[in-house]
């Protein structure tokens, strides 16, 4: 299997493999992601991160068990300088994620990171957890204006991916097209999908919420998302032109497998790598390879996109 490569590109960035933390999930501290950088992922992905650092919401504020997690964090990280200054550690690809809490933070943070050993930036205009501030990829509009005036006025020079929420509705979709398209020369690739906002999960036994902020209301990922993840990277793979990132419930060689045959460059590991810590990435590449060689593909392109319909 040694002729087997799973190396990947986002834009003209290089991974040895396409496996990647997703935002969020071991990454808030340095010490998380010197262990990704040890660790056999293809790139490091920091936590969303704004300007001044942030405590998060009170706890518990996280679980997780064999098909779901349910999480309202509410952006606990470092402030962005932190993140700046933790790629002067970091070996392989480092991607900075950004929380868009306004415009001006985002802006700024984007010009900052211009002179540092980040490769690329994900912002995130989806974060469900963040009180009376709402997704603005769910905000049609403001979307639109948001990106207008990060381009226009932000002056940086890493590639920007946008990390987007699920969507649902086809109309739906095709405002995100619309929008995402008149960005073709800003934007790079697409992360799909952050969580599904505000799912509830109830402890049977305390008859309440599992989870403490927002009345028990937290993003869901792990296994039960998968379907919802595969979709929306099947249709912005085939809508787009963008390079697509995989992200939702990918525990195994086979749900990566199934992210790049819907159109996926690259995946993210998140409940998964919370739950096994991050000997995870060796065992989905080696997973990942295996499926390959029975399948006799020697390189990711052999069948990224080939998805066949009935
Ligand atoms: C948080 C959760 C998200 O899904 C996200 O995209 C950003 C931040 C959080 O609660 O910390």
Not at 25 to 45: E, Y
Not at 69 to 95: F, Q, T, V
Not at 185 to 202: A, E, M, R, V
Not at 230 to 250: E, Q, W
Request: charged share 20%; glycine share 8%; hydrophobic share 35%.
């Amino acid at each position: 299997m040694d002729d087997i490569s799973t190396q990947s590109y986002i834009g003209d960035i290089m991974l040895e493999n396409c496996l990647m933390n997703a935002s969020g999930c071991n990454c808030q501290f340095l010490s998380d992601l010197i262990q990704l950088d040890k660790s056999n992922s293809g790139a490091v992905v920091s936590k969303s991160c704004s300007v001044n650092n942030r405590l998060g919401n009170p706890i518990p504020r996280y679980y997780h068990n064999d098909t779901l997690s349910i999480n309202s964090m509410g952006l606990p990280n470092e402030g962005y300088k932190y993140y700046i200054e933790a790629g002067d550690s970091i070996h392989k690809p480092y991607i900075m994620s950004i929380s868009s809490q306004a415009l001006y933070e985002d802006i700024s943070i984007l010009e900052k990171a211009s002179s540092s050993n980040i490769s690329a930036i994900e912002l995130n205009v989806s974060c469900p957890n963040i009180a009376g501030d709402p997704q603005l990829s769910y905000s049609f509009d403001r979307l639109e204006e948001f990106l207008r005036k990060v381009f226009e006025y932000a002056d940086y020079n890493k590639h920007i991916g946008i990390k987007l929420s699920p969507y649902f509705d086809i109309s739906h979709f095709n405002m995100a097209f619309d929008i995402l398209n008149m960005f073709k020369t800003n934007i790079t690739f697409l992360t799909c999908i952050n969580g599904i906002g505000n799912g509830l999960y109830i402890d049977l036994d305390k008859e309440e919420p599992i989870i403490k902020p927002k009345n028990g209301l937290g993003g869901l990922g792990g296994s039960i998302v998968k379907p919802t993840g595969l979709a929306n990277v099947n249709l912005f793979a085939n809508n787009t032109n963008f390079d697509i990132v995989g992200c939702g419930g990918i525990t195994s060689g086979q749900d990566a497998f199934e992210y790049i045959l819907c159109g996926a460059k690259t995946v993210q590991v998140g409940t998964q790598l919370v739950k096994e810590g991050t000997d995870v990435f060796s065992r989905i590449d080696s997973e990942l390879k295996k499926i390959m060689y029975d399948k006799n593909y020697n390189s990711i392109e052999c069948f990224r996109n080939k998805l066949t319909y009935k």
